[in-house]
């Protein structure tokens, strides 16, 4: 798309965040100062999706973000004893959820993990002995292996679309959700035309 496309589609883009979704401030100031209208509202599934052009594209396109290796641990891995059994239960399921209803709606689901670069960060992330006193429920340092192997199965798994994306430092996460729905929606019109 020319330079003329990409100023008229951010000018009709409006970028969709769920309600449920906190401590980004950094992304909504960030949209703010690039012109860039976004709302509030419920999504089924992800974070951020958008609309443009009179299409929503709230079941085609999301994103989910996580501010880095330590939640996104949390949310796919971490496990915890459950007191009546002392069984070890799986509370991180929640990234697993969101991933089936994406493949469900046959939608594109992007992860953007803020605070890293690339997947290598991911697996060399390690928390200290004091962060591991502080999570009394994590009982090793190499978070950072557990949750690139989680990621890795899940990209070779996915029949959809199930990308990884990265922001670091936090404040280019705008830039990058901008980034991923304006290269969807060239593909998406481009392919209607076919």
Not at 12 to 30: F, P, Q
Not at 44 to 61: P, R
């Amino acid at each position: 798309m020319s330079d003329y496309k990409k100023r008229k589609w951010l000018e009709n883009v409006t970028v969709i965040i769920d309600s449920r979704e906190k401590a980004n401030e950094h992304i909504t100031n960030e949209l703010d100062r690039l012109g860039v209208k976004w709302c509030i509202k419920k999504l089924d599934f992800g974070d951020y999706t958008f609309k443009v052009y009179g299409e929503d594209f709230s079941e085609k396109c999301v994103i989910e973000r996580k501010s880095g290796v330590l939640e996104l641990y949390g949310n796919t891995i971490e496990r915890e004893t459950d007191p009546k059994t002392g069984r070890w239960v799986n509370v991180g399921g929640r990234l697993e959820a969101e991933i089936e209803r994406a493949k469900k709606h046959k939608a594109q689901l992007s992860i953007l993990i803020e605070g890293v670069e690339s997947m290598r960060e991911v697996k060399n992330t390690a928390l200290t002995k004091e962060q591991i006193k502080k999570f009394k429920n994590i009982k090793t340092s190499d978070i950072g292996k557990r949750v690139y192997s989680w990621l890795r199965k899940r990209e070779q798994n996915n029949s959809g679309g199930f990308r990884i994306i990265f922001a670091n430092p936090k404040e280019t996460a705008a830039a990058r959700i901008m980034e991923e729905f304006y290269y969807f929606t060239s593909n998406h019109f481009y392919n209607l035309k076919k």
